[in-house]
């Protein structure tokens, strides 16, 4: 019998996202964002699973897109921090990959070459985030210059919001207005929406858009928007209780003893940890489902364990469900962003930080997650 910990990831619910990404902005062309090995879902089984659906992905670096290339993923893939050598030119080339370009040592290297076939770039403006990207005054130069090289394919301005989860946003606009005023001197496709503007804001939507998170059904406007609240959760999380220890009322439990019973408590353990990559800053009342109904982390969460509160679940016992996040049994969820706000944290950080000692299953939706 195995440590019955495992992450479950279904695939159909990601189809199902993906195409929801594509409703909210009909006009545009959608990518799939798959880096960071699709947000810990596993990047190859995520993209082979759109792979009849989505018409180009995106990750981070080249290592990630010949993870895609060499399963056999055959559709354009945007490198987008672009390259970070100008050796990897030429396997850009090779293999049709698109690269941003934030700097000029970029189109320096670029222009350096005369690549066979052509790469297309993806210029990226820099409207706000103060991350990666040209300043507005700079651009039209450094598109000019693209523009002018024969290995150099076609061009795309892009540029990355830091507010468009914020649906007020004045910042938003500021930015939005930024990219704006540059696609209209250039003539320029666009690429600009995350998953929150994929969500909400049509007016950022371009040829192409780029939603990451909602792909992975967690939704980055909290259920604020009645497209986000459609989406279902890819991951699940789940283990079992291996033990139970009936504890006196004024005990402590776990490391440090920071959680102290009030009443004489039923602790239940469950076989996941910080080593599996849940976060250690959960603190307690941070929830989780056992056979589907709400407990409470009760202590700090240590290596290979964490400790619940069972007191009002009498019928809970070793071998219970445990969902640490996603699908419960008949039916029930955990919201992974419930989970994030309990440990001060996002979405993103949780989903990515599954370590591979977790073993991913895949199922397609009609199997029940139980
Ligand atoms: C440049 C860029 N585009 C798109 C995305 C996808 O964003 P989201 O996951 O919020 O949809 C990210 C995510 O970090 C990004 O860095």
New binding site residues.
């Given amino acids: 019998m195995a440590r019955p910990l495992h992450v479950m990831i279904d695939l159909d619910a990601l189809r199902h996202n993906y195409r929801l990404a594509c409703a909210c902005a009909p006009l545009s062309q959608t990518l799939a964002?798959v880096?960071?090995n699709a947000?810990g879902h596993g990047a190859l089984a995520c993209a082979q699973a759109l792979a009849d659906v989505a018409p180009a992905f995106?990750v981070?670096s080249i290592e990630e897109a010949m993870v895609l290339r060499e399963g056999g993923i055959t559709q354009p893939i945007v490198l987008?921090?672009g390259f970070f050598d100008a050796s990897e030119l030429e396997v850009i080339s090779r293999e049709g990959l698109w690269t941003?370009v934030h700097s000029h040592w970029q189109v320096e290297a670029l222009c350096a070459r005369h690549l066979d076939p052509p790469v297309p770039v993806w210029v990226?403006l820099d409207s706000g985030m103060h991350r990666?990207g040209f300043e507005e005054q700079g651009i039209d130069a450094v598109w000019q210059r693209l523009q002018a090289h024969s290995g150099v394919g076609e061009l795309h301005l892009?540029t990355?919001f830091a507010t468009?989860?914020m649906l007020d946003s004045a910042y938003f606009k500021r930015q939005l207005a930024s990219v704006m005023a540059v696609r209209e001197r250039l003539d320029a496709p666009v690429?600009l929406?995350?998953?929150?503007?994929?969500l909400v804001w049509p007016e950022a939507h371009g040829q192409w858009n780029?939603?990451?998170?909602?792909?992975?059904g967690a939704d980055?406007l909290e259920g604020n928007n009645d497209m986000s609240r459609r989406l279902r959760p890819v991951m699940t999380l789940q283990s079992e209780i291996i033990a139970v220890r009936e504890v006196a009322s004024g005990e402590r439990i776990g490391y440090g003893g920071r959680f102290v019973t009030s009443r004489p408590s039923r602790i239940g353990v469950v076989a996941c940890g910080y080593g599996d990559g849940y976060d250690r800053h959960a603190v307690d009342g941070t929830p989780v489902l056992v056979d589907g109904l709400r407990a409470k982390v009760a202590g700090k969460v240590s290596m290979d364990m964490m400790t619940v509160d069972l007191t009002d679940l009498p019928q809970a016992d070793i071998g219970s469900t445990v969902t640490l996040w996603g699908n419960g049994p008949n039916g029930t969820t955990l919201d992974v962003n419930e989970v994030a706000v309990y440990c001060d944290t996002i979405s993103?950080t949780l989903l990515t930080g599954i370590l591979p000692r977790v073993p991913r299953r895949y199922y397609d939706g009609h199997h029940d997650p139980q």
């Fill in positions: 964002v880096k960071a947000y995106a981070a987008l921090e941003a990226k990666l892009m990355h468009a989860d690429c929406a995350n998953s929150p503007a994929t780029r939603p990451g998170i909602m792909l992975y980055p993103y």
